[in-house]
């Protein structure tokens, strides 16, 4: 993977409103994907995982994301969000391994999202 | 198990001091990271190891040190500190670095170092 953009720094949403968070990368081989969430004060914490099969993944807190190849797109979704939800997001991207590729992830610079009553 | 640890959680040095911060692992990951996380930044790696006694740079080692004696700890040593690296430091580890064994490298996040250098 060469990298990762993250297309929305600052997301505002309402409570119960629903959220998209767009992630976009760049690589010439297959990848693995994944979604963390850093809130307030803390270290990150797995969100969700693509690695292979189905490209619609489910991950932890009611958070989905979809995996487009053609489009080389991860979007993070949640259908209606919470105030606990304000955190952090960060998309992240590693070449699907083999014995000579780079073994480190690719992160995006991250998605704020602000959940307001 | 405790997971990721980091000590300590915040610290305040001098400019050209030196120390270390400390991250150990008790899921005998073999694979270990320290990253910075700067505001607009996201996240650098800065070295990494793939197991005891081998360690890399990342994209921004200058300043830093790092050893790995151990599956389970992992130290950041700053040489000289420099207000350049104010911020806050996160180490991670991950299972299975070995590409031909699989695995997601899904990392494991400790809760950070904050650290302010004046």
């Known amino acids: 993977a060469q990298s990762v953009t993250q297309l929305d720094s600052q997301v505002p949403v309402f409570e119960e409103a629903p959220v998209e968070l767009r992630c976009n990368y760049s690589?010439?081989?297959?990848?693995?994907l994944f979604w963390y969430v850093q809130y307030p004060n803390q270290g990150l914490q797995l969100l969700l995982k693509?690695?292979?099969?189905s490209t619609l993944v489910k991950g932890i807190n009611g958070f989905e994301a979809e995996f487009n190849k053609s489009q080389t797109s991860f979007h993070l979704r949640k259908p209606s969000v919470h105030i606990s939800d304000t955190a952090e997001y960060f998309c992240a991207v590693r070449d699907f391994p083999n014995a000579g590729n780079n073994r480190k992830l690719i992160w995006g610079l991250g998605t704020s999202l602000a959940v307001n009553p | 198990n405790a997971g990721v640890t980091q000590t300590p959680k915040f610290q305040v040095l001098k400019t050209g001091q030196s120390m270390t911060l400390q991250c150990a692992q008790d899921?005998?990951?073999?694979?270990m990271s320290w990253y910075r996380q700067d505001p607009g930044m996201g996240l650098r790696l800065i070295h990494y190891s793939v197991g005891a006694g081998i360690t890399d740079q990342g994209e921004v080692p200058n300043g830093y040190n790092v050893s790995r004696s151990t599956t389970e700890d992992f130290p950041l040593r700053l040489l000289s500190a420099a207000p350049s690296q104010t911020s806050v430091y996160f180490c991670?580890?991950?299972?299975?670095?070995?590409?031909?064994?699989?695995?997601?490298?899904?990392?494991?996040f400790g809760p950070g170092t904050r650290l302010t250098v004046t």
């Open positions: 899921m005998n990951h073999e694979y």
């Open positions: 693509y690695l292979s099969g």
């Open positions: 991670a580890s991950s299972y299975r670095p070995f590409p031909l064994a699989g695995g997601s490298y899904e990392q494991y």
């Open positions: 690589s010439s081989v297959s990848v693995y």
